[in-house]
């Protein structure tokens, strides 16, 4: 069967395609947080999800075929007899869904589906469509030390095991954070925090993505009283109904100097 669909593909091809007919796709829902809308001429969606392909009117012929193309290699995905069986490529069974009505087909993505397809008949074709697929992102990894101490310099590592990351950004308990001469962002991922101070402690979420998935993560950093930091005290001295003065006190943690 693959041998015959081969033959199809060098010698019963068109000489030239149908001009101004091309396919049509969308990444079909659920799929992380890849573009759902239609696109022509290319499409971005993710491993794992499903995709619709679709073709304008053609003059169809008593055989059909979706091709497939990426770099070298080419092949017939699958051949479709009028009012007989559809035919598929053993490398696509099991998850392609072929409707005989319009034409379309439904695929299944794994990493190797990136390249061009197209729609033919024995007649006319249409253009060549692009297919990207992507590995949605898995959960990153935030690699540092828990626990710094006042005045101290430290930074967190934020690691994805696998798949393409577009950018990287950091918030601090829910917020936004930006870069600062305190705060600076380096390489891709990694956050650094110098002379760090006790408002420093909180939870840091690195959120990582790209262009079919977003993931985050958070790391618990506190940030430990150094010994020779002196520390404000205030207390204050209150009559009824009014405030009689205030006093600062200041003490060293350190062992005192004799």
Same mark, same amino acid.
């Given at each position: 069967?693959?041998?015959?669909?081969?033959?199809?593909?060098?010698?019963?091809?068109?000489? +030239?395609?149908?001009?101004?007919?091309?396919?049509?796709?969308?990444?079909?829902?659920?799929?992380?947080?890849?573009?759902?809308?239609?696109?022509?001429?290319?499409?971005?969606?993710?491993?794992?999800?499903?995709?619709?392909?679709?073709?304008?009117?053609?003059? *169809? +012929?008593?055989?059909?075929?979706?091709?497939?193309?990426?770099?070298?290699?080419?092949?017939?995905?699958? +051949?479709?007899?009028?009012?007989?069986?559809?035919? *598929?490529?053993?490398?696509?069974?099991?998850? *392609?869904?072929?409707?005989? *009505?319009?034409?379309?087909?439904?695929?299944?993505?794994?990493?190797?589906?990136?390249?061009?397809?197209?729609?033919?008949?024995?007649?006319?074709?249409?253009?060549?469509?692009?297919?990207?697929?992507?590995?949605?992102?898995?959960?990153?990894?935030?690699?540092?030390?828990?626990?710094?101490?006042?005045?101290?310099?430290?930074?967190?590592?934020?690691?994805?095991?696998?798949?393409?990351?577009?950018?990287?950004?950091?918030?601090?308990?829910?917020?936004?954070?930006?870069?600062?001469?305190?705060?600076?962002?380096?390489?891709?991922?990694?956050?650094?925090?110098?002379?760090?101070?006790?408002?420093? +402690?909180?939870?840091?979420?690195?959120?990582?993505?790209?262009?079919?998935?977003?993931?985050?993560?958070?790391?618990?950093?506190?940030?430990?009283?150094?010994?020779?930091?002196?520390?404000?005290?205030?207390?204050?001295?209150?009559?009824?109904?009014?405030?009689?003065?205030?006093?600062?006190?200041?003490?060293?943690?350190?062992?005192?100097?004799?």
């Amino acid at each position: 069967m693959l041998l015959f669909h081969l033959l199809l593909l060098l010698f019963g091809s068109p000489s +030239s395609s149908a001009a101004g007919l091309g396919v049509t796709a969308r990444t079909l829902s659920p799929c992380y947080s890849a573009d759902l809308r239609p696109a022509a001429n290319s499409l971005v969606s993710a491993v794992g999800c499903k995709v619709l392909l679709t073709v304008p009117p053609l003059n *169809t +012929s008593q055989i059909v075929f979706w091709e497939y193309q990426s770099g070298p290699w080419a092949g017939v995905i699958l +051949s479709y007899t009028l009012d007989g069986p559809t035919n *598929t490529s053993q490398p696509y069974e099991n998850r *392609t869904s072929f409707n005989e *009505t319009d034409c379309s087909l439904q695929l299944v993505l794994q990493k190797g589906d990136e390249g061009l397809y197209r729609f033919r008949s024995s007649l006319e074709a249409t253009d060549w469509f692009q297919l990207r697929v992507l590995e949605p992102l898995p959960e990153p990894e935030i690699l540092g030390n828990v626990s710094v101490k006042a005045g101290g310099n430290t930074k967190l590592v934020c690691h994805v095991l696998e798949g393409q990351v577009d950018s990287y950004w950091w918030k601090k308990n829910g917020e936004l954070l930006l870069g600062s001469d305190h705060i600076q962002f380096v390489d891709h991922g990694t956050l650094c925090i110098l002379k760090a101070s006790m408002n420093d +402690s909180g939870y840091y979420t690195c959120v990582v993505r790209n262009e079919v998935s977003q993931n985050e993560a958070s790391f618990l950093l506190h940030v430990q009283n150094s010994p020779n930091v002196v520390l404000p005290v205030i207390l204050a001295c209150v009559l009824v109904g009014s405030l009689a003065g205030v006093f600062v006190w200041c003490r060293s943690r350190g062992r005192q100097r004799l």
